[in-house]
């Protein structure tokens, strides 16, 4: 398989690949390098962080009734939000080192589309689970398995969802937002299959309770079908509709291939989908299809914050003493894990992009890597004037992120690949010629100033 490739399904599988794996996949077929990235992601590692202490308090003598008192209450959510800090950190690191680097690319991708927040710990963590443990199976037993979490409940009021007053809010959003898009359904489908989720609840602990003096038990009318239906049948029938599995289709071709749609490949993609819902083999035929790799997918889109936080990492290992300035960064990039904008997520692509978050991305490879220095050394500056630029920029910058960086990870990674191939490894597009000028000009006094340089060119934003 061609190098140029390989790099490209791995930025867009994951957030890029590293020499040595790439010179090893580099002698093996197309076939052979997908089944191996499907081999690796078979297993599914939960995400986890210590919730010990909030399970003590839970199956504690007051969980003898079903409230909490406001004490307790409070004491949990303290709890909860700094462990959501912590399973915010974890995740980024799961996404920087973990093998099964396809099922949590997909874990991510499934993250903005069945899109929920909670303020419990225990909760949302679950859901985060829920996400990698189907991301790919079968999407009916997905659906359903969101459908049921505790976090989604509260989130789209499923809760509050009973017979003698329904609440549609999630079976609007289940149908506009997971399953079919906007305008492939109307109002009374709404209020009919809203009535089918009446009775779903959770207890404390978080696990799926099915209250059933709580259910409508009336027959509904549902897409042309009558029946005394459950939640389940609901999410059956929607299923039966192919415009369920275009528009799956066209959102992960969004996200892997393209922000501009191919209408041919999508309804392609949609056969495949649609003959049994198996979220593997719908990507399976993407990343095999000679399409993927056409020129015109090539570094063609914009890295997410988190894709560009991460590839940052992947390729120089990066630690914040302060993980809330993980979290800040998050914040100012545009995308905060664990807390989405709204029911409907990030919007991706330019909108990832504006004046003030493209000035940071260029200036945040020097930002933490080299105390916001970027070198642009000429002959006959010595190491003395070097560090003391260095000084300058850290006194004014290098307080806003501490970080440890492991640079000797990335000189044994890139000690065999000679500067002028540096390009090829770290840009997924050609540069401008501007740019290229720029890199001429440039003495490349060591691998390490030469890959922030890099890092700091409006191209590196692509994969």
């Known amino acids: 398989m061609k190098a140029k490739h390989i790099q490209h399904l791995y930025r867009r599988i994951g957030f890029g690949i590293l020499p040595s794996e790439l010179n090893k996949l580099s002698k093996k077929s197309k076939k052979e390098v997908v089944n191996n990235l499907f081999k690796s992601s078979k297993n599914i590692t939960p995400l986890e962080v210590d919730t010990s ?42 996404l920087t080192n973990s093998p099964e680097v396809l099922r949590e690319k997909m874990t991510l991708f499934w993250a903005n589309h069945f899109v929920c927040e909670d303020n419990s710990i225990t909760y949302i963590q679950q859901f985060n689970n829920t996400l990698r443990k189907h991301a790919m199976g079968n999407f009916k037993d997905f659906v359903n398995a969101v459908s049921k979490e505790a976090a989604m409940t509260k989130y789209l009021n499923t809760k509050q969802n009973r017979k003698q007053k329904p609440n549609e809010n999630f079976a609007r959003e289940l149908m506009e937002l997971f ?33 059933k003096r709580q259910h409508d038990e009336s027959e509904k009318t549902f897409f042309g079908k009558t029946g005394n239906f459950s939640g389940e049948d609901i999410v059956a029938i929607i299923l039966e509709q192919k415009q369920c599995a275009t528009y799956i289709c066209g959102k992960i071709y969004r996200y892997f291939v393209n922000d501009a749609i191919d209408e041919k ?22 990343l095999t299809s000679d399409w993927f790799y056409d020129e015109k997918h090539i570094g063609t889109k914009i890295k997410s914050p988190i894709e560009f936080l991460v590839g940052i990492k992947t390729l120089v290992p990066t630690k914040f003493k302060n993980p809330k300035q993980l979290l800040y960064l998050q914040k100012l990039l545009g995308q905060t894990l664990l ?11 330019r909108n990832w992009i504006d004046s003030n978050t493209i000035v940071l991305r260029l200036k945040l490879p020097s930002l933490l890597l080299n105390n916001a220095y970027i070198s642009k050394v000429k002959q006959g500056q010595d190491d003395a004037q070097i560090e003391a630029k260095k000084e300058v920029f850290k006194k004014n910058f290098g307080k806003f992120y501490r970080t440890e960086v492991n640079w000797d990870y990335f000189n044994n990674q890139f000690k065999n690949v000679e500067m002028k191939e540096f390009q090829n490894h770290l840009l997924a597009c050609e540069v401008n010629e501007t740019a290229k000028q720029y890199l001429n000009a440039l003495d490349k006094v060591s691998k390490q100033e030469y890959c922030i340089q890099l890092m700091s060119l409006p191209e590196y934003q692509m994969c």
């Open 53 to 94: 202490e909030i399970k003590n308090i839970f199956s504690g003598s007051m969980m003898m009734n079903s409230k909490l008192d406001p004490e307790t209450r409070r004491k949990i959510q303290k709890i909860s939000r700094k462990k959501q800090i912590e399973l915010n950190v974890a995740w980024v690191d799961r």
């Open 265 to 286: 490949h999508v309804n392609a993609m949609a056969n495949v989908f649609y003959k049994n819902y198996d979220i593997e083999n719908l990507m399976r035929f993407v």
């Open 179 to 211: 399953t079919l898009g906007e305008g492939h359904y109307n109002e009374e489908d709404i209020k009919e299959s809203a009535k089918a989720f009446t009775g779903y609840s959770h207890n404390l602990q978080g696990e799926f309770v099915f209250r």
């Open 339 to 349: 807390d989405p904008p709204n029911v409907a997520g990030w919007k991706g692509g």
